[in-house]
T-cell receptor, first 114, second 115 residues
Framework: QKEVEQNSGPLSVPEGAIASLNCTYS??????FFWYRQYSGKSPELIMF????GDKEDGRFTAQLNKASQYVSLLIRDSQPSDSATYLC??????????????FGKGTSLLVTP | DAGVIQSPRHEVTEMGQEVTLRCKPI?????LFWYRQTMMRGLELLIY????????DSGMPEDRFSAKMPNASFSTLKIQPSEPRDSAVYFC?????????????FGPGTRLTVL
């Protein structure tokens, strides 16, 4: 069973601060990495994806990938109370028939306090 | 675009009853996924289809669970007989034809409670 590990939190940060969310994975063959945001009682929605080592920035979000360390992270700059949600890390399953299956972590709960 | 549609949104049933969950994927998407989410186990992939054909059902917990996709616009997940440990939120997701970004779009989910 391929593992995707996240700290469950809650991670509490003050408004305007940087929130740092981390994820490790065990499948060395994985090539695609995703961050989903899930508000309480709602369905997951994709906010970032990354395929190559290094950083990828999109607005206030930056995804970081280190395949050698099997580590992916999400930084949220200028955190807002509306960012309070659970953040799910997802990694493609390398040995699935098409590589389309995703393994999800259990998520990190983020709370941004005003 | 309507997004992924799931029904019912909530289902309460008694142990031993048959439960059928339904999903309509986004038009033009040829991948469909069924997930189950619980606090203990997180989001688990149960089965996925490509062009209506089941590709990987290794996540289906046991023979009580079955899934079908008779056409490109409809899929069902059936539990027979249901048990209290099946209580969870069941999500359906769909994905467009193979691209580098295999973004999955999730439906609103069905909250199942088995008493």
């Amino acid at each position: 069973q391929k593992e995707v590990e996240q700290n469950s939190g809650p991670l509490s940060v003050p408004e305007g601060a940087i929130a740092s969310l981390n994820c490790t994975y065990s499948d060395r063959g994985s090539q695609s990495f995703f961050w989903y945001r899930q508000y309480s009682g709602k369905s997951p929605e994709l906010i970032m994806f990354i395929y190559s080592n290094g950083d990828k920035e999109d607005g206030r979000f930056t995804a970081q990938l280190n395949k050698a360390s099997q580590y992916v992270s999400l930084l949220i700059r200028d955190s807002q109370p509306s960012d309070s949600a659970t953040y799910l890390c997802a990694v493609n399953e390398s040995n699935s028939n098409s590589g389309y299956a995703l393994n999800f972590g259990k998520g990190t709960s983020l709370l941004v306090t005003p | 675009d309507a997004g992924v549609i799931q029904s019912p949104r909530h289902e309460v049933t008694e142990m031993g009853q048959e439960v059928t969950l339904r999903c309509k994927p986004i038009s033009g998407h040829d991948y469909l996924f069924w997930y189950r989410q619980t606090m203990m186990r997180g989001l688990e992939l149960l089965i996925y289809f490509n062009n209506n054909v089941p590709i990987d059902d290794s996540g289906m917990p046991e023979d009580r669970f079955s899934a079908k996709m008779p056409n490109a616009s409809f899929s069902t997940l059936k539990i027979q007989p249901s048990e209290p440990r099946d209580s969870a939120v069941y999500f359906c997701a769909s994905s467009p034809p193979a691209t580098l970004l295999n973004e999955q779009f999730f439906g609103p989910g069905t909250r199942l409670t088995v008493l």
